[in-house]
């Protein structure tokens, strides 16, 4: 499971995610201080910059089943899709008030993806 914003809702997705038997949670976020309490509740906790490389060694490359984007960004939500294998399922709990979306209908049935 990516969790994708380490904030308070992060931390209570990565609590879930731990509750419901997710075996492994890579949390996602540019702030340390973030990172260091997400992992304080269980989660390998990354910087954006090495979410890619994080996921892909977790998952033998194959990418996460699961990806929570909690943040609101356009960027957060396309690095969920990004990082999500093939048949994953992405979730987007964040706010979004974006004219467009980070990727296109064609994208997400290309992959599979079901969207939450």
């Known amino acids: 499971v990516d969790i994708l914003g380490c904030g308070p809702v992060g931390i209570l997705a990565i609590l879930a995610a731990k509750h419901k038997g997710a075996s492994k949670i890579i949390a996602v976020d540019v702030v340390p201080e973030r990172r260091a309490k997400a992992e304080q509740f269980g989660a390998a906790a990354v910087d954006i910059s090495n979410a890619a490389a994080a996921v892909a060694a977790a998952t033998?490359?194959?990418?996460?089943?699961?990806?929570?984007?909690?943040?609101?960004?356009?960027?957060?939500?396309?690095?969920?899709?990004?990082?999500?294998?093939?048949?994953?399922?992405?979730?987007?709990?964040?706010?979004?008030?974006?004219?467009?979306?980070?990727?296109?209908?064609?994208?997400?049935?290309?992959?599979?993806?079901?969207?939450?």
């Open 60 to 116: 033998a490359g194959r990418g996460a089943d699961v990806a929570l984007e909690l943040v609101g960004s356009v960027a957060a939500l396309q690095l969920g899709f990004d990082l999500l294998r093939p048949a994953g399922v992405l979730s987007s709990i964040g706010v979004h008030t974006e004219q467009q979306f980070p990727f296109t209908p064609v994208d997400a049935y290309n992959k599979n993806i079901t969207y939450r």
